[in-house]
């Protein structure tokens, strides 16, 4: 009898332990698993996404409940008041793309931003109720269920719901942001995550009752969200706040399927992200400049690779900034940019031994639809990069793959909560006025205006890459405009240099986004490397550390699956 009570204090604690997130460490290799895996930035949704597999669930049931328990355990970017793009490839071939990106609501304008003098009122597309798009998480993920999922919604969103209710330990990286100063100006917010300013601390349990109450309303039925009461309520709190939403434009919200974007890099075929996301067609963009390259002969990370890579980020931002929007409002010419022979043109343009300077940079002409290339209104900008976003990867037993990305923008999005979850500040992801940076720096143009209805330009970039027709790597990562960077970044390290996906995930980053011209650096990179990058021209800007890799590689000998999740972060690969 003693030791039956023994053994039970013992499974308890060690139980207690499982759930405790694990501090710091960077993973050095893979996790192995000859069936399954989930690769995700915090361990217990990686386990939810798991359990629905263990449980005869395909990749979709895996990602869905991955996605509504990050909403609960990852509160910085996991969400259910934000937007997301699945890429789905089936064991069958086929690929779908679905897009829940957020909205503009009805009464958003182009100018809504401006002053009355024109300038952009800082702050206001960013923190706040004017600064939330309509939601489309909710949306996205309840459809992807229903059409390619193989358990029920009540299966999928069972581990969200318990974790929310009976809450979780926190990990004190989670803890400490939970201090942001943004959040303490929403006594909603300040209520639920910084308990009315008594912080949570590392190593506390979490419970949100709000919040488990929300995913159960969902659970029992979820287009409430869209058409009940639910949208009523949402919409009652953000418009008190002095937002522009109302219970129609969450009514008029609608996932969409599109066509991803394809393209070869080598030999190897490439699905990623179309618009409204620029993430694709940069990525193909960056993969076309640089297929003429060997870039093996000059190494990993030394200062020629960087520099050539650079010079292609450099060509694709350009043309993001230029070209990219949501494609049901406005033509963007997609084939013209992804086109190799548009790569080979932008390829001439660099010098191996200079960096190029972005105001000087002429785009080729080789296609008519480019030629028309608008004046922005350049502004200079420098500023904080904003952590934000989360991605997540998963392959199930028969080889179908999900890649997810998916936001609030910024950390904790607008920073106002209601129903128990937090809400997007996405508007801030439309140019508030053409040529002027938003919170990234980013420059865009009309094509990107705000519009009521319209999905804001994203850099969200689901990526699966296939060798001989085989699936072989699902790529993703969080980071604003440094997501696109360092999904190329990841995928080149595997097939260029020819790293295991982990040292790939792990590889010091570098990127580039045409404006500000400054070379972003991580401070691995070392200083003779710095100092021969400074001397070809660079403007460099160092800093610590930046995004997450959540990334699978299959080996096509073994069918084995690599999972790295990003040594950087917390999160973790699991499989069985
Ligand atoms: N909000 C980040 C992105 O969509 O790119």
Redesign the pocket.
């Known amino acids: 009898m003693r030791n039956h009570r023994k053994f039970l204090i013992w499974l308890l604690f060690a139980a207690l332990l499982a759930s405790v997130p694990a501090t710091w460490a960077a993973a050095m290799r893979p996790v192995h698993a000859p069936h399954a895996m989930v690769a995700s930035v915090h361990e217990l949704a990686s386990r939810a996404g798991l359990e629905m597999m263990r449980a005869g669930g395909n990749a979709v049931d895996a990602a869905v409940a991955a996605g509504f328990a990050l909403a609960v355990v990852h509160p910085q970017a996991g969400n259910l008041g934000g937007g997301g793009f699945m890429l789905l490839r089936l064991a069958d071939g086929n690929t779908h793309f679905i897009d829940y990106r957020e909205k503009a609501p009805a009464r958003a304008s182009a100018d809504m931003y401006l002053d009355l003098q024109g300038n952009v009122i800082p702050k206001v597309s960013l923190v706040g109720f004017k600064a939330i798009g309509v939601p489309g998480s909710v949306a996205g993920m309840v459809y992807a269920e229903k059409k390619y999922g193989k358990l029920t919604l009540e299966r999928v969103m069972a581990p969200a719901i318990r974790l929310a209710r009976d809450g979780f330990f926190l990990a004190w990286e989670d803890a400490q942001d939970l201090h942001d100063e943004d959040l303490a100006k929403f006594p909603e917010s300040r209520r639920i995550f910084q308990r009315n300013g008594n912080y949570y601390e590392a190593g506390e349990v979490f419970r949100q009752p709000d919040l488990a109450q929300t995913l159960e309303r969902i659970e029992k039925n979820p287009d409430d969200f869209y058409h009940g009461a639910m949208a009523k309520e949402i919409a009652v709190a953000i418009q008190k706040g002095g937002g522009l939403i109302a219970a129609e434009d969450l009514a008029n919200y609608e996932v969409k399927e599109r066509e991803p974007i394809r393209g070869s890099y080598r030999e190897y075929d490439i699905i990623s992200a179309p618009p409204p996301s620029s993430g694709g067609v940069a990525l193909m963009e960056i993969l076309n400049i640089l297929e003429g390259y060997d870039l093996s002969k000059y190494g990993n990370r030394s200062a020629a690779a960087i520099h050539l890579i650079s010079e292609a980020f450099r060509r694709a931002f350009f043309d993001r900034a230029e070209f990219l929007g949501d494609p049901d409002f406005s033509k963007i010419p997609v084939a013209q940019l992804i086109d190799k022979k548009y790569g080979v043109a932008w390829r001439e343009s660099i010098n191996p031994e200079r960096a190029s300077l972005s105001k000087d940079l002429k785009r080729p002409v080789i296609f008519n639809e480019l030629e028309r290339y608008a004046k922005l209104n350049l502004q200079p900008w420098s500023g904080p990069e904003p952590e ?2 989360t991605h997540y990867s998963v392959i199930d037993p028969e080889g179908n793959a999900v890649a997810v990305t998916t ?1 609030l ?1 910024d950390s904790f999005g607008s920073r106002v909560t209601a129903l128990g979850f937090l809400l997007n500040d ?1 508007m801030d ?1 439309f140019s508030s006025k053409q040529g002027v940076p938003n919170a990234y720096g980013l420059i865009q143009g009309a094509a990107n205006a705000i519009g009521p209805g319209k999905r804001p330009l ?3 970039t689901p990526t699966i890459v296939l060798k001989d027709g085989k699936l072989f790597l699902v790529l993703g990562s969080p980071g ?1 405009p440094t ?1 696109i960077t360092t999904v190329a970044n990841i995928l080149i390290g595997v097939v260029d240099f020819g790293l295991d996906i982990q040292e790939a995930v792990n590889a010091p980053r570098f990127h580039h986004q045409w404006l500000p011209d400054i070379l972003l650096l991580e401070d691995q990179i070392s200083p003779d490397t710095r100092r021969l990058l400074e001397a070809k021209g660079h403007k460099l800007v160092v800093r610590h550390l930046w995004g997450d890799g959540e990334c699978i590689r299959v080996d096509l000998n073994t069918g084995e699956r690599l999972g790295a999740s990003d040594g950087r972060n917390n999160g973790k690969a699991v499989g069985y």
């Open positions: 934000n976003t936001t923008n996405e992801d994203s850099a969200m604003g997501i």
